[in-house]
């Protein structure tokens, strides 16, 4: 329900409850005020009349009495009156009136007579018909003894109580109606309409593309002055915003030139453990070579140095194709494939190598299908790095455990699901001064051994690609353990 129709409603129900009150009030006021006037007409008559009765009966003249009582209800049918003489006899202007009243009303008229008593009220006690007021004579030593009892219909006055009663209702019923809809109509064009202009005015500054209009401002009311403070909140908002894309514009270029820093940063790295790693051997084949020229050694020695040279050399192309490898990778569209079958083959393949140093290569996995749409090729390349470089840290009678299983992680504040892979081995450890630096192209802690510190960088450059992270935990003679988080986008 809109607020014009609360406030419309509220108004009729406390417009009626007002005026029906005072309707109410009213309507017993004129009760009151046309019984007090009927009462003091009926003891006038009633006066009025005890006199002249009382004159007749001194004179004995009944007959007299009688046609007066008469005559005065064919004036007046709504005026019936009795005379209680004191032998019980009864005069009354119509014999024939009132023929239905109850023994018991005429007991206690009579009564009222026997007693000699001034007595009014009104019959039947709860809906009043008619009024009584019974006056006794008032000279018993020339008069006989009795009252006289006046009797007037209540039906006009009722009659006039029921039109003014019908009259407050319609006029309240009038006036409540015109009351509501006149209201209903104001509020409609000074409040109604004035709100629905706000409401547009916000749908149009949070859906248009540019600032709307201000809104006009019509008098000098609350909504006239709410009005201009949403005119004047636009206008800040608007500055607000331009500001606000300025800035985010800014920031932009701000974060390409970091970007383009970054870049060059990265390039500089690149270029300096490059050209460490590839210092080294072209110094042993240039030596060689120096050795070869100088043709002092015998066939053996030459034999010797030129498989160094070229054991060098093909350690510079395998250095220059990982380093191709790492800047040049092309995402690989994501199939739908069963993680723990990806994992199982490439472990396949590496179990030989297992076997030849009596390393114990174990998997596990859980036991439903984790069918899961992702990218193959990089989940075989992060597994055959991390377990290359756990069979190569791993003595002899080692152990490497591979463990896949259904997790969860939190990415921009939410909580989804996703795969945990974790490569475990107790093999030699990492120094934990080299754990921040392990994931840096070129860091490597088997450069003596081939290493080219490019296999884990590939590895967190792919984790991070997908979505996910990577840790490692490690100490010296403790052994290592990488832990790598991806989501799990489940086929459909």
């Known amino acids: 329900m809109s607020i014009i129709h609360k406030l419309t409603l509220s108004l ?71 005379v209680y003489i004191d032998d019980s006899r009864v005069m009354a202007s119509d014999t024939d009136t009132h023929q239905d009243w109850p023994d018991s009303l005429e007991q206690t008229l009579q009564r009222i007579a026997d007693k000699g008593e001034t007595r009014l009220f009104y019959f039947p006690a709860d809906k009043p018909a008619h009024i009584f007021l019974s006056l006794p004579f008032a000279d018993a030593k020339t008069v ?86 949403f005119n004047r909140m636009i206008a800040e908002l608007t500055e607000a915003y331009r500001q606000l894309d300025e800035s985010t514009q800014q920031r932009r270029r701000l974060q390409r030139a970091l970007q383009e820093a970054d870049k060059l940063i990265a390039i500089g790295q690149l270029s300096a453990g490059l050209a460490h790693e590839i210092g080294t051997p072209l110094q042993i084949v240039n030596g060689r070579a120096r050795a070869l ?15 160094i040279m070229v054991a060098q050399t093909e ?13 040049r990778r092309k995402p690989p569209e994501p199939v739908p494939c069963d993680t723990g079958a990806v994992i199982a083959e490439v472990l396949d393949m590496l179990r030989y190598e297992a076997r030849r140093h009596a390393i114990d290569l174990r998997f596990t996995r859980p036991d439903r299908c984790l069918l899961a749409l992702t990218h193959k090729d990089w989940l075989q390349q992060i597994v055959l790095n991390l377990v290359s470089n756990a069979l190569v840290a791993s003595d002899k009678g080692g152990t490497i455990i591979v463990d896949l299983r259904e997790a969860i992680m939190r990415r921009s504040g ?71 988080h991806f989501p799990l986008k489940e086929c459909l």
Do not use: W
């Open 144 to 229: 006989t003894r009795g009252n006289l009892t006046v009797v007037r219909s209540l039906a006009v006055m009722n009659q006039d109580l029921r039109a003014t009663e019908r009259n407050i209702l319609v006029a309240l019923a009038a006036f409540v109606l015109v009351t509501s809809l006149l209201c209903l109509v104001l509020m409609r064009v000074y409040i109604a309409r004035p709100l629905k202009r706000l409401g547009q005015g916000m749908r149009d500054f949070r859906d248009g593309t540019k600032p709307p209009e201000p809104l006009p401002v019509v008098g000098n009311d609350e909504l006239a002055a709410v009005t201009r403070e």
């Open 414 to 484: 939410e909580t989804i699901p996703a795969l945990q892979l974790t490569v475990k081995d107790n093999g030699k450890g990492i120094a934990p001064e080299h754990l921040p630096q392990l994931f840096e192209p070129f860091f490597t802690t088997r450069g003596e051994r081939g290493g080219t510190g490019l296999g884990l960088a590939m590895v967190k450059s792919i984790v991070t690609e997908m979505g996910g992270t990577v840790a490692a935990e490690s100490g010296l003679g403790l052994g290592s353990c990488f832990t790598v």
């Open 293 to 307: 020229a100088g043709c002092a050694e015998t066939a053996a020695d030459v034999r010797r140095a030129a498989e």
């Open 12 to 82: 009729f129900v406390l417009s009626f409850v007002v005026f029906g009150l005072y309707g109410a009030i009213h309507m017993r006021a004129e009760r009151e005020e046309l019984r007090l006037a009927m009462e003091q007409a009926t003891r006038i008559l009633a006066s009025s009349l005890q006199v002249s009765v009382e004159n007749a009966l001194r004179d004995r003249q009944l007959e007299d009495v009688r046609e007066l009582l008469q005559q005065l209800e064919r004036i007046d049918p709504s005026i019936h009156i009795r």
């Open 315 to 327: 350690r510079i192309t395998r250095i220059v194709q990982r380093l191709l490898d790492f800047v």
